[in-house]
């Protein structure tokens, strides 16, 4: 498929464009913005965004990835609680910080076992149920993401790199499934989570000099 094909694929699919669909993109470009800056509107405006991938991703047959924003509603309220916790003068409890050797294990373990629990579940889901599911990419990207937001609701650096695994997945694996807008939106996700991880770097190392 050449640049031009691409381009018509984008805008028809940019017409096509439920209202659902245009909320959500609009509510997860703004949610990012807000992880990025470090800011607790990040969680009532990724609750926006969550809600309503949960029903486009189950009506597109991407299971696997309606059970990360399904995952993705209950750790956003987890992690606004977190992010909200603060001492007695009032700073935040919770520091940006980098993961050390055990939570270094501890997110690859996180991420093998949903991504081998979800591949299964996905394998019968196709062989059974929809035929259309493609496990390995949807396993793949749920996962990251799965570890990601985990990640996330504890301020850890590293939470960065899973979301961009996340997004260099999503790209194509909403673009093959007629999502174009949201491919497009997952294209912008991944320069933001670029983006977020130098701002978060260069919080940490602010924080400890």
Same mark, same amino acid.
């Given at each position: 498929?050449?640049?031009?094909?691409?381009?018509?694929?984008?805008?028809?699919?940019?017409?096509?464009?439920?209202?659902?669909?245009?909320?959500?993109?609009?509510?997860?470009?703004?949610?990012?913005?807000?992880?990025?800056?470090?800011?607790?509107?990040?969680?009532?405006?990724?609750?926006?965004?969550?809600?309503?991938?949960?029903?486009?991703?189950?009506?597109?047959?991407?299971?696997?990835?309606?059970?990360?924003?399904?995952?993705?509603?209950?750790?956003?309220?987890?992690?606004?609680?977190?992010?909200?916790?603060?001492?007695?003068?009032?700073?935040?409890?919770?520091?940006?910080?980098?993961?050390?050797?055990?939570?270094?294990?501890?997110?690859?373990?996180?991420?093998?076992?949903?991504?081998?629990?979800?591949?299964?579940?996905?394998?019968?889901?196709?062989?059974?149920?929809?035929?259309?599911?493609?496990?390995?990419?949807?396993?793949?990207?749920?996962?990251?993401?799965?570890?990601?937001?985990?990640?996330?609701?504890?301020?850890? @650096?590293? $939470?960065? +790199?899973?979301? *961009? !695994?996340?997004? &260099?997945?999503?790209?194509? %694996?909403?673009?093959? /499934?007629?999502?174009? @807008?949201? $491919?497009? +939106?997952?294209? *912008? !996700?991944?320069? &933001?989570?670029?983006?977020? %991880?130098?701002?978060? /770097?260069?919080?940490?190392?602010?924080?400890?000099?």
């Amino acid at each position: 498929m050449n640049a031009s094909e691409i381009y018509h694929q984008f805008q028809q699919g940019l017409y096509a464009t439920s209202w659902p669909e245009g909320i959500a993109v609009i509510a997860g470009i703004i949610s990012v913005w807000f992880s990025k800056k470090e800011n607790i509107l990040v969680y009532p405006t990724g609750l926006i965004n969550t809600i309503l991938y949960i029903y486009l991703s189950a009506k597109g047959a991407l299971y696997g990835e309606a059970s990360v924003n399904l995952y993705y509603t209950v750790m956003s309220l987890y992690g606004w609680f977190q992010w909200n916790r603060k001492d007695t003068a009032q700073h935040p409890l919770l520091q940006i910080s980098f993961s050390n050797k055990n939570w270094i294990v501890l997110q690859c373990g996180f991420f093998l076992f949903f991504f081998i629990l979800l591949l299964l579940i996905l394998q019968v889901l196709r062989i059974y149920f929809a035929e259309d599911v493609i496990p390995l990419a949807d396993a793949f990207a749920s996962a990251s993401a799965f570890t990601g937001m985990w990640l996330m609701t504890r301020k850890k @650096v590293e $939470s960065w +790199y899973w979301w *961009i !695994l996340t997004n &260099l997945i999503s790209i194509p %694996l909403y673009f093959v /499934k007629g999502y174009v @807008v949201t $491919s497009f +939106y997952y294209l *912008i !996700l991944l320069i &933001l989570a670029f983006s977020g %991880l130098i701002s978060w /770097k260069q919080k940490t190392s602010t924080l400890s000099s």
